[in-house]
């Protein structure tokens, strides 16, 4: 790096977050070391951002340094865990002086939100790359898993899936001519999604099965189904589906993004239908939409209804849509 | 990835490293969950290896896989923890089934040698990059830092460091005419380093500074006399230099090589003198050498000493050698 890897880490990583009491030593020595509270778990997360697969070329690098710890939050959200470190392995071509003030900006401003302190790292030569391992504190016996959906079950999504999606392609050109308004809004979910962490805490002793929504909602249900050896019936009028999103791709196309757009970092989960209630008024409280689409019964696989009729999802998202 | 990320998790990633009762939940859901023991803190590390960086194109998958995990197990050997778990990141052009066979046996073995489980990660399609996560845990009040050394304390070392670069170099066609026997147990350090996990145990009540040497043990040492707000004065002559290097660089590139090669994954820690015996002793019973190789002064930096004449060396390596 042309500043120097230990110039580049004091200038623009070594108080990144927030300081916590927690961190024995952080960044600086040749590992960090981490008290737990008395009794709680460790809850541990690795995603890896490419260029050019996981951001567009040119995409503001802010973005990308929100994005880097976002897509982690999300994971330890749908474990119901409270986040509090992390480490990040950032590898770049050249250490650009504006690109890198401006990505420890955007992973920093998360990383204050959600009180987390960066107590580690590496940092080195190469493609744009950005592996950022999240680890959280995990209180309590209650933990939420991808397997404990049962028959009976509702099926729920917070928020509104498929607008990361559309914003993504709007950020690349492949959406032409929409309203402003929307696709501001649009671009926003994809490069500055807010992972549900205080869901996720909030729904640890109403969720039977949580997963965050990451690879599209189709997909992800497959997985919570499977792992809970069950099948989802979810029914496409159902699905919450944005008011930006519906005027931008019309509202055929904004289910079909909802089902398998990707990119959401929003979370989906099972609960039994007598606490509806109860789920709902903790998401509101935490200023999040939560929307039942749907029912876990025996069986396998995702069903996905519209209108009575079964239409066909593959784990990999749509085959075909019949809308 | 051509076999699915699912699949190719299955089958080379899932039960990689040894079963640990304190693995709550592993690889196969958003995040692991982990127990750590009571009192006990948590030490964890990130490093990454980029193709062509930090290992040759071409090189053989096992020794990236080895180097994965032993690189980040030589940071936790460094505070004086004991590994426990792993999160690995892989990104990779296209999901070959021999490279990813021969990388996942590289890293199994090394992982099974220290005790270690794979409990997570991400796999990414990009050019050839490895980050992984290592996490240990830290049992009673000692933590081995770089910032303990003490003006008095002599300085030791593991190892034949210097071994390592001269395998690099082998492996790259740029040592020539080397004798078979020798040429072979360079490659080797180079390829398969051992991380000193049991002799950073063994120093935490021992020594007072402790940094793992992986960028040259002068640069290294230049890290730690900082860290400790010192100097360290080391004496040319007293560098452990394996007969294999002498042999194959000579006796002053040798020197050159153990004093700024890189790669070593060796130890270089401080203690007061009346400890040598000791740390000499418990160091032989984890069946690795350690060598006095000068002492701490007040002052800073690094000097470096032969045949009475102060030699240059910057934080980066050799400005000059007058061997």
């Given at each position: 790096?042309?500043?120097?890897?230990?110039?580049?880490?004091?200038?623009?990583?070594?108080?990144?977050?927030?300081?916590?009491?927690?961190?024995?030593?952080?960044?600086?020595?040749?590992?960090?070391?981490?008290?737990?509270?008395?009794?709680?778990?460790?809850?541990?997360?690795?995603?890896?951002?490419?260029?050019?697969?996981?951001?567009?070329?040119?995409?503001?690098?802010?973005?990308?340094?929100?994005?880097?710890?976002?897509?982690n939050?999300?994971?330890?959200?749908?474990?119901?865990?409270?986040?509090?470190?992390?480490?990040?392995?950032?590898?770049?071509?050249?250490?650009?002086?504006?690109l890198?003030?401006a990505?420890?900006d955007?992973?920093?401003?998360?990383?204050?939100?959600?009180?987390?302190?960066?107590?580690?790292?590496?940092?080195?030569?190469?493609?744009?790359?950005?592996?950022?391992?999240?680890?959280?504190?995990?209180?309590?016996?209650?933990?939420?898993?991808?397997?404990?959906a049962?028959?009976?079950?509702?099926?729920?999504?917070?928020?509104?899936?498929?607008?990361?999606?559309?914003?993504?392609?709007i950020?690349?050109?492949?959406?032409?001519?929409?309203?402003?308004?929307?696709?501001?809004?649009?671009?926003?979910?994809?490069?500055?999604?807010?992972?549900?962490?205080?869901?996720?805490?909030?729904l640890?002793?109403?969720?039977?099965?949580?997963?965050?929504?990451?690879?599209?909602?189709?997909?992800?249900?497959?997985?919570?189904?499977?792992?809970?050896?069950?099948a989802v019936?979810?029914?496409?009028?159902?699905?919450?589906?944005?008011?930006?999103?519906?005027?931008?791709?019309?509202?055929?196309?904004?289910?079909?993004?909802?089902?398998?757009?990707?990119?959401?970092?929003?979370?989906?989960?099972?609960?039994?239908?007598?606490?509806?209630?109860?789920?709902?008024?903790?998401?509101?409280?935490?200023?999040?939409?939560?929307?039942?689409?749907?029912?876990?019964?025996?069986?396998?696989?995702v069903?996905?209804r519209?209108a009575?009729?079964?239409?066909?999802?593959?784990?990999?998202?749509?085959?075909?849509?019949?809308?």
């Amino acid at each position: 790096m042309a500043i120097g890897e230990f110039e580049l880490i004091d200038r623009y990583f070594r108080a990144l977050g927030i300081a916590r009491p927690d961190v024995a030593l952080g960044v600086g020595d040749d590992a960090a070391v981490l008290e737990l509270p008395a009794g709680a778990r460790l809850v541990a997360a690795v995603d890896t951002l490419v260029e050019d697969m996981h951001f567009p070329r040119g995409c503001d690098p802010r973005s990308v340094g929100h994005r880097a710890l976002a897509v982690n939050l999300s994971d330890l959200a749908a474990m119901g865990a409270r986040p509090a470190w992390c480490l990040l392995a950032l590898t770049l071509p050249h250490a650009d002086p504006s690109l890198l003030a401006a990505f420890a900006d955007g992973l920093g401003a998360l990383a204050r939100r959600h009180g987390v302190a960066l107590v580690g790292g590496d940092t080195t030569r190469g493609p744009f790359t950005v592996t950022l391992t999240a680890l959280g504190v995990l209180e309590g016996a209650e933990v939420l898993r991808r397997s404990g959906a049962r028959p009976g079950d509702l099926v729920f999504v917070s928020g509104t899936p498929g607008d990361a999606a559309c914003g993504l392609a709007i950020c690349q050109g492949r959406v032409a001519a929409v309203p402003p308004d929307d696709a501001r809004a649009l671009r926003e979910r994809f490069l500055y999604p807010s992972p549900r962490v205080e869901l996720g805490l909030a729904l640890r002793d109403l969720a039977t099965a949580c997963i965050d929504v990451s690879d599209g909602l189709a997909g992800d249900l497959h997985k919570l189904a499977e792992a809970s050896a069950c099948a989802v019936e979810i029914d496409v009028e159902d699905l919450p589906v944005s008011d930006a999103l519906a005027a931008v791709v019309g509202l055929v196309r904004a289910r079909e993004l909802a089902l398998a757009g990707g990119d959401d970092y929003e979370l989906a989960f099972t609960a039994p239908a007598d606490r509806a209630d109860a789920l709902r008024d903790r998401a509101q409280s935490e200023g999040v939409a939560v929307r039942a689409i749907g029912r876990v019964t025996a069986g396998s696989g995702v069903v996905v209804r519209h209108a009575g009729t079964v239409i066909q999802v593959s784990p990999a998202g749509f085959d075909h849509f019949a809308g």
